[in-house]
């Protein structure tokens, strides 16, 4: 169990099973996982997830020795210290969030739009951001 308790991981597993929260469902959820009009969740117990498609993409390069690995909060496992992922999940699905008094509320994008960006990228580092914005 996680040094916070299995509340927060279910709390975070409803928002990823919810089409109203996600842009790009990262899991598939069965059961009730609440609604857009404030309806909570089921309890656990009645819930099950797995992941969709596009998470396969989010952990396939795990193996290949592209990150660093770093020690989980007790000590006992190594994890990743950050994903080596092919999907740029920020990106496509957004975040908001509040820390130290600051907000941020990063909205979610096409992903065919920031991959046509990120190419552009490649193909020309000097890219401004108007042009940049043009591919997104």
């Known amino acids: 169990i996680p040094p916070h308790g299995d509340s927060a991981v279910y709390d975070t597993i409803v ?12 899991v598939d959820g069965q059961g009730n996982f609440g609604s857009v009009d404030g309806d ?3 309890a656990m117990r009645y819930t099950e997830v797995r992941m969709a498609r596009i998470s396969h993409e989010l952990l396939a390069d795990l193996d290949k020795e592209t990150v660093d690995w770093v020690p989980n909060y007790d000590g006992t496992e ?27 509320n990063i ?15 490649i193909e020309n580092s000097d890219l401004t951001i108007d042009e940049l914005m043009t591919y997104i």
């Open 78 to 104: 190594m994890i990743p210290a950050v994903m080596p992922t092919k999907v740029p999940n920020l990106l496509v699905n957004g975040s908001s969030g509040i820390a130290v008094g600051m907000a941020t």
């Open 40 to 42: 909570s969740a089921a």
């Open 107 to 121: 909205p979610p994008h096409n992903l065919t739009e920031i991959v046509n960006g990120c190419l552009a990228l």
């Open 15 to 26: 928002r990823l099973a919810q089409d109203f929260s996600m842009r790009y469902m990262l």
